[in-house]
């Protein structure tokens, strides 16, 4: 049973990407998934949500330019990055439960150059 994210990378402010949060060993579909981000030397922050029936939630800071959904024929969640902001810059971790136990994936670094 493991997550993994992947789609991070290097992007302009005012630019996009698309994170991936991939399940194997259980259906995502079942669960709520969360992304998290985290910058040196501070926490992990609660950025954006879904849940199994597919309401979503974000962060003020990002509403209106994230967007989480599913796919669950692909078993993955992503999370939809548009108009990025320097202060966007972070690692990227996804966040489910399964079995009463947390998992979080290994994470994926987005850099928002100016």
């Known amino acids: 049973v493991q997550i993994v994210e992947s789609g991070g990378g290097l992007v302009q402010a005012g630019g996009s990407l698309r994170l991936s949060c991939v399940a194997s060993?259980?259906?995502?579909?079942?669960?709520?998934v969360s992304w998290y981000r985290q910058t040196p030397g501070k926490g992990r922050d609660f950025v954006a949500g879904?849940?199994?029936?597919?309401?979503?939630a974000y962060i003020d800071s990002v509403q209106g330019r994230f967007i989480v959904s599913r796919d669950n024929a692909k078993n993955t969640v992503y999370l939809q990055m548009n108009s990025l902001k320097v202060e966007d810059t972070a690692e990227y971790s996804c966040?489910?439960?399964?079995?009463?136990?947390?998992?979080w994936g290994q994470g994926t670094q987005v850099t928002v150059s100016s």
């Open positions: 060993g259980f259906s995502l579909s079942r669960e709520g």
């Open positions: 966040r489910t439960t399964f079995g009463g136990t947390q998992y």
């Open positions: 879904i849940d199994r029936t597919g309401n979503t």
